[in-house]
Structure formats: C-alpha cells, structure tokens
T-cell receptor, first 109, second 115 residues
Framework: AQRVTQPEKLLSVFKGAPVELKCNYS??????LFWYVQYSRQRLQLLLR??SRESIKGFTADLNKGETSFHLKKPFAQEEDSAMYYC???????????FGTGTRLQVTL | DAGVIQSPRHEVTEMGQEVTLRCKPI?????LFWYRQTMMRGLELLIY????????DSGMPEDRFSAKMPNASFSTLKIQPSEPRDSAVYFC?????????????FGEGSRLTVL
C-alpha cells in the first residue's frame, strides 16, 4: 500500500534561513509526487509537481528514488512562506492522491 | 468558474444528529474526492468517485459515513449519527484525472463541530 511520511509537524526557521521540509514515500509502482500548500484562510493548492522539475516561489523538490524521498527546499525563507505544507503521492488511474500528515512551516523575523 | 463549492462552511451539531455536507465540483472534472483534515492525522482520503462511480471507499471510517454522487455536478457526504470524534474539516476536491495533470482542486472546506 502507498504511504507518505512527513516526520515533522512543525518547522520553525528564521527569515532568510534555508528551509527543508522532509517527505518520504513508499509505493511499489512508479511514483508521481506533489507538494500542496495551504496558506492561512486559503484553499489547499498545488505548489509543485516532480515531473515538472520547476521552481515555484523559490521552492524546489527533487525526487530521489533511491532514498524514496521528495524533500521540499528553499534557500532563503520569507515570512509569506509560513503555511501548512503537504506532500502527496499520486496513484491509480483516477488521480488518487495520498497525503502525508503535513508540516507547518513558521518563518519568524 | 468559481471553483469547487462546498456547503455549509461551518456546521455545529449535537452528538447523534445527522450531518450532510455538499459539494459541487468544477464543471467538466470527472473525479471527485472527499478528504477529512484533523490536527492529528492530517489529510485523510475518505472516498473518491470517477465519472460519478465510487472507486475507493476504504477510507470511510465506518458505516456511519456514506457518500453519494447522483450526477456529475453534485456530491454529498453524510454522517449519521454524528459523534464528537467526527469533528474536523471536510474537504471536497475535483480533478480532470490522471490523464491530465493529476492536480486536485480543493474547496474551502466544511468545518464540522459535533458537541
């Protein structure tokens, strides 16, 4: 069965410091991974997907199949990055997304 | 498009009462998902539909929970009878399916409090 693990419930960093939100997965098939973000009082929304290999709002994430990880990184945290971040694994033909338990990122001055 | 629309936004009810949450997916999307969000467990998939047909309901906690999708533009999640441990935010999401991008579009959620 598929599983997504986000080991940290809360990550607190100073503004300007590097950020790494951890995500590990287990899945027997070929994984497709995503990061979703939920800002305060906003809808949960897609941040980035691994197949796009894109940088969104300064965030990047690289799929490491050897370590079964998909960590989210940003070199310099900004206050507006404070939000809840969910790692998600896509399986099945109908887009079944399995989410991790989420990590709250808190960026302080 | 207004996006995925959920109602009610907030519901406070007493234990034992029936609760019905409603969802209107984005027009043209053929997959619909119900998730539950709690502090302890994060986002849990309850059930999802593809072309109005339930595909996987293994996440539905117990028989007190039921979901229907009578047509492509409407779905309900019902809890009967409700219990305090059902208190959570319930999200509905829709998608064009994996053949597209796999991206889910979420509603604003229904916050349920069972006293």
């Amino acid at each position: 069965a598929q599983r997504v693990t986000q080991p940290e419930k809360l990550l607190s960093v100073f503004k300007g410091a590097p950020v790494e939100l951890k995500c590990n997965y287990s899945y027997s098939g070929s994984p497709e991974l995503f990061w979703y973000v939920q800002y305060s009082r906003q809808r949960l929304q897609l941040l980035l997907r691994h197949i796009s290999r894109e940088s969104i709002k300064g965030f990047t994430a690289d799929l490491n199949k050897g370590e079964t990880s998909f960590h989210l990184k940003k070199p310099f945290a900004q206050e507006e990055d404070s939000a809840m971040y969910y790692c998600a694994l896509l399986t099945g033909t109908a887009s079944k997304l399995t989410f991790g338990t989420g990590t709250r990122l808190q960026v302080t001055l | 498009d207004a996006g995925v629309i959920q109602s009610p936004r907030h519901e406070v009810t007493e234990m034992g009462q029936e609760v019905t949450l409603r969802c209107k997916p984005i027009s043209g999307h053929n997959s619909l998902f119900w998730y539950r969000q709690t502090m302890m467990r994060g986002l849990e998939l309850l059930i999802y539909f593809n072309n109005n047909v339930p595909i996987d309901d293994s996440g539905m906690p117990e028989d007190r929970f039921s979901a229907k999708m009578p047509n492509a533009s409407f779905s309900t999640l019902k809890i009967q009878p409700s219990e305090p441990r059902d208190s959570a935010v319930y999200f509905c999401a829709s998608s064009l399916g994996r053949r597209h991008t796999g991206e889910l579009f979420f509603g604003e959620g229904s916050r349920l409090t069972v006293l």
